[in-house]
């Protein structure tokens, strides 16, 4: 089946600083990358994905990129801010289910 | 009001006692997971659902069972509790076809002791 590995596990950033999670996976025919923030006492959420046929995807500070010959996709938040402090998840598509990763702590600092 | 909602949202327990914990979402999704969140090990599957009539193991379903009531309603029973088990659980929904938003209830937290 599908595996899913992120990196680092931890990463503290200076605000106004760029922020930049890695994720590598497995199974060749996963075409769906979603990332997932989990803020404290929540559940996780939904805050961008990337399909296979696309090689980058952004929305305003957040951008995420895949390469689907290397297998692996990474998650750019720029401009970071206190409000972006959580854990991150990626998460590859493993026949309609999601192989996530072990997760990413931010800590944005002023 | 929560489109997932998870009860109870804390639990403790002691070894050997049956758990269930309960999901109900007012999405109108045919989809339902739980999910088992521990530190360093992300978010592993434990069962799924893609219908009321369907139901099938994840990654680490030994030691749980479930029950699909209806549409809305996915519970999670644990028949005799062990300490290993202590985790935070989360319940999800998502909409029909592939590669579909995984929409999260608030988390279980349980604790055996």
């Known amino acids: 089946g599908e595996n899913v590995e992120q990196h680092p596990s931890t990463l503290s950033v200076q605000e106004g600083d760029s922020a930049v999670i890695k994720c590598t996976y497995s199974?060749?025919?996963?075409?769906?990358f979603p990332w997932y923030k989990q803020e404290l006492g929540k559940g996780p959420q939904l805050i961008i994905d990337?399909?296979?046929?696309?090689g980058e995807k952004k929305d305003q500070r957040i951008a995420v990129t895949l390469n689907k010959t290397a297998k692996h996709f990474s998650l750019h938040i720029t401009e970071t801010q206190p409000e972006d402090s959580a854990v991150y998840f990626c998460?590859?598509?493993?026949?309609?289910?999601?192989?996530f990763g072990a997760g990413t702590q931010v800590v944005v600092t002023p | 009001d929560a489109d997932v909602t998870q009860t109870p949202r804390n639990r403790i327990t002691k070894t050997g006692k049956r758990i269930m914990l309960e999901c109900s979402q007012t999405?109108?999704?045919?989809?339902m997971y739980w999910y088992r969140q521990d530190p360093g090990l992300g978010l592993r599957l434990i069962y799924y659902?893609?219908?009321?009539?369907?139901?099938n193991k994840g990654e680490i379903s030994d030691g749980y069972s479930v029950s699909r009531q209806a549409q809305a309603k996915f519970s999670l029973s644990l028949e005799s509790a062990i300490p290993n088990q202590t985790a935070l659980y989360f319940c999800?929904?998502?909409?029909?076809?592939?590669?579909?938003?995984?929409?999260f209830g608030e988390g279980s937290r349980l604790t055996v002791l």
């Open positions: 998460a590859a598509d493993s026949w309609g289910k999601l192989q």
């Open positions: 990337i399909r296979s046929n696309v």
């Open positions: 659902s893609f219908d009321v009539k369907d139901i």
């Open positions: 999800a929904t998502s909409g029909q076809g592939a590669s579909g938003e995984l929409f």
């Open positions: 199974d060749s025919a996963s075409n769906y």
């Open positions: 999405k109108g999704h045919d989809r």
